[in-house]
């Protein structure tokens, strides 16, 4: 009767996604591995910014998995190595996945798409930046989840089936997305303290002196001037228009694997 | 008379630090090569939070400058590539230098210190971040300038002849400082102002959606909460008194130069 009934909930647990706080549990201490996903063109504070505050959490270990073996080059130009291949890593308790311009590759790449898959369905932290969120919506994993992406891209999310909310980080049960590019600090922040409580947060932050004073209010379309936005908007097209294409692609169905290694 | 007029004037400004603004000098959009140090054990944000700012500048060549040839690892574990040693750079219109534990064994590498002296003498931008103030200290470039540092570190300054400024950005001449790690955002998005203008900086701001959005209010010694100053102090405190040792020794005039390589 008692096995019956638990064997019930679980079934019940298992075929819907786990709130934030089942995901979390009671806070801990224990050991935790948490990966990094790294590919050429990516926006490099995509990645530096959440390796910045994570690799500060207490007991835990960093796994910075390439998409290739060889070192490469982010969309700027910083070459960044990575430390193993996606077949190498080991079972993860967080995944970042970042964006950049690189991610058009990425989101036809079956084997990265199974990665991020595989790791969503442990219902372990996945925690997107910015246009890491168009790879994340490509390995099918956003469909019915609340989501935040970059500004440029943000239209794109429906075509994923995801739910765009509009806020600088989102949380959705094990599904953690930050906006744009420097909006993977502040998610990290938060996942740090999902992961081992405010305080520890709060200490990491410290470290960073990060009491954030932008010269400018310009950072959002809503605030920046309209010349700017315009600017930024135009430099953007060729990018934006691609992404359109790819995420069209993905919403009829169509995306080819073109790559399997 | 005018001759000599000119050589008097010429004399004088050669005498004395230049001002920010005949520094930066009129907004063109000339070549610009910008120099960025790079060392094993430097905090990796301290370099790639304005290596994302300043290559995004128009008409910018980055030059990212080992002071060793091969790859290292920054003070979390990222592995980091820079692309030329000291001997090879060009003359800069701007250098960077970060900061990081490892600051503490370039404060005592001569031909690193040279290569400081000589981009502050040409009184062309330099801009710390962090920690490397206390390098730029060792160097004998602060004298009489207003200078910021990571928090922990602040009150080093004086040992080195600069005036501590409390500020997240400091502009003196051609130093720009920023505090602590990710105060060096803040500080390239200002020398990206000071460089091609208020617009251009702001472009970079919005294509890097920084609108920043600290989960907690712990960024500062001012005001995180006690608990967790008296952690992160209790914490820093080996690396805090070896560099205690290491000001008061450069104070004393008897830093070694323990490599000339």
């Known amino acids: 009767m008692h096995v019956s009934q638990d064997r019930a909930i679980a079934e019940a647990v298992g075929s819907r996604a786990k709130t934030t706080a ?3 549990g009671p806070l801990h201490d224990e050991p935790l591995s948490i990966g990094m996903l790294m590919y050429p063109g990516l926006d490099q504070i995509d990645f530096t910014g959440p390796f910045e505050v994570l690799a500060r959490i207490s007991n835990a270990t960093m796994h910075l998995i390439g998409t290739q073996k060889a070192s490469f080059r982010d969309h700027m130009g910083l070459i960044l190595t990575p430390e193993m291949v996606l077949a190498e890593a080991p079972e993860l308790d967080v995944l970042l996945v970042p964006g950049g311009p690189g991610q058009e590759a990425m989101m036809k790449r079956e084997p990265v798409l199974a990665f991020i898959r595989d790791h969503m369905e442990s219902q372990k932290p996945l925690f997107s930046v910015c246009t890491g969120a168009l790879i994340c919506g490509a390995a099918g994993i ?3 989840r609340r989501v935040t992406t970059h500004w440029a891209a943000f239209d794109l999310l ?6 765009p909310v509009n806020e600088r980080v989102v949380v959705d049960g094990n599904l953690i997305s930050a ?5 993977g600090i502040d998610g990290s922040l938060v996942v740090a303290s999902l992961l081992r409580g405010e305080n520890a947060a709060q200490r990491i932050q410290l470290e960073l002196q990060y009491a954030p004073e932008p010269p400018f209010d310009a950072g959002v379309p809503e605030t920046a001037p309209r010349d ?7 430099q953007y097209q060729p990018l934006l228009e691609a992404r359109l294409v790819t995420a069209r692609e993905f919403s009829a169905g169509c995306i080819a694997n073109e790559t399997q290694s």
Chains 1, 2 share one sequence.
């Open 228 to 234: 700017v936005l315009a600017a930024v908007t135009a």
């Open 158 to 163: 429906p075509y994923f089936g995801a739910i």
């Open 142 to 144: 956003l469909k019915g």
């Open 22 to 24: 089942e995901v979390f």
């Open 179 to 183: 906006a744009g590019v420097t909006a």
